[in-house]
């Protein structure tokens, strides 16, 4: 009976308040979708990372005169750079391209992401070149020593273009974590005049209810319970949102970088492992809210 009541009491709020709901589960919404993809972010970064970790290479770029004359890397000092680098015990394995070589690994790996960038570059454009990959790839110490070898012109780690990439995808993280604080900040606004305007609108019958000896839980729970279907409501709203943003638009937008394998996937369920966590914080945000409220609000 009790719990009929305050269900009955909470829907009935909800009804009552219905412009103040609205705007809260839309605000909580925002605010948790936001969350949530500060979290996926997190996670596209990391199997980003992954995805590269294995694949990165410093490419030591040879002169133009080495490239020319020394197709194969049989005279001598460019033979002896490739000694140098073998011998190093930082690095795992040494590959010689020379300049055809590397222009065929180009169109190789563009000619279907990109083949207009691949119809406007011309051969010329790429050098003869050693690709190392190093025994740590996050350690390039074992390259300094040839960086002022003369017939080095310039060395290109991807490790640091890696280290960029993923700062881009951080900054939109902290944006996004930003973002749902501010959100967040609205959001329990919100509800504590929610609640503060529900509590006045029934402040005689809990005075009745407490004169007749109603414990101050018993009149204060529909007021929490009201919060917290709110925000599950908002939980929900802000997952529908993000699956549908996904299906609609970042799968769509990030579709050939995806099949080229440059960034990490998004999964539908990534957003589902989401779900829960998003219905908890929530809920948990707006029970307690609603409750330190009442406890300052509802004195007596």
């Known amino acids: 009976m009790r719990s009929n009541f305050i269900t009955r009491e909470a ?3 909800l009804t009552r308040n219905a412009t103040m709901t609205i705007a809260m589960i839309i605000t909580t919404a925002i605010s948790l979708a936001l969350l949530a993809t500060g979290f996926l972010m997190t996670t596209m970064t990391e ?57 065929d690994r180009f169109v190789e790996l563009f000619q279907d992401s990109d083949p207009r960038l691949v119809e406007q570059t011309s051969k010329d454009a790429f050098p ?23 017939v080095v012109q310039d060395v290109v780690d991807q490790g640091e273009d890696l280290q960029a990439a993923t700062r881009n995808l951080d900054s939109i993280r902290n944006a996004a974590f930003f973002v749902a604080a501010v959100q967040a900040i609205a959001a329990i606004f919100l509800i504590v005049n929610m609640v503060q305007i529900a509590a006045y609108s029934r402040r005689e019958e809990i005075s009745i209810m407490r004169m007749v000896g109603a414990s101050r839980w ?22 529908g949102g993000m699956l549908a943003g996904k299906a609609l ?37 707006a029970a307690i809210t609603a409750q330190i409220t009442l406890r300052w609000y509802v004195k007596k």
């Open 128 to 150: 003869a070149a050693f690709h190392v990959r190093l025994e740590d790839p996050t350690d390039t110490a074992p390259i300094d020593a040839v960086r002022e070898n003369p």
């Open 218 to 239: 018993y009149t204060q729970a529909p007021f929490v319970l009201e919060a917290i279907i709110g925000a599950v409501i908002g939980a929900v709203i802000a997952v």
């Open 47 to 103: 199997r980003t990372k992954d995805i590269y970790i294995d694949r990165i290479e410093v490419m030591v770029q040879l002169k133009d005169e080495v490239s020319v004359e020394d197709p194969e890397c049989a005279k001598p000092d460019c033979a002896k750079l490739r000694e140098q680098l073998e011998g190093d015990e930082g690095i795992k394995s040494v590959t010689f391209r020379n300049k055809q070589q590397s222009y």
């Open 249 to 285: 638009v970042v799968d769509k937008a990030l579709d050939s970088v995806y099949r080229a394998n440059l960034v990490a996937k998004i999964t539908t369920a990534d957003i589902w492992l989401m779900a829960p966590i998003l219905v908890i914080i929530g809920a948990a945000v």
């Open 11 to 13: 829907f009935g709020g």
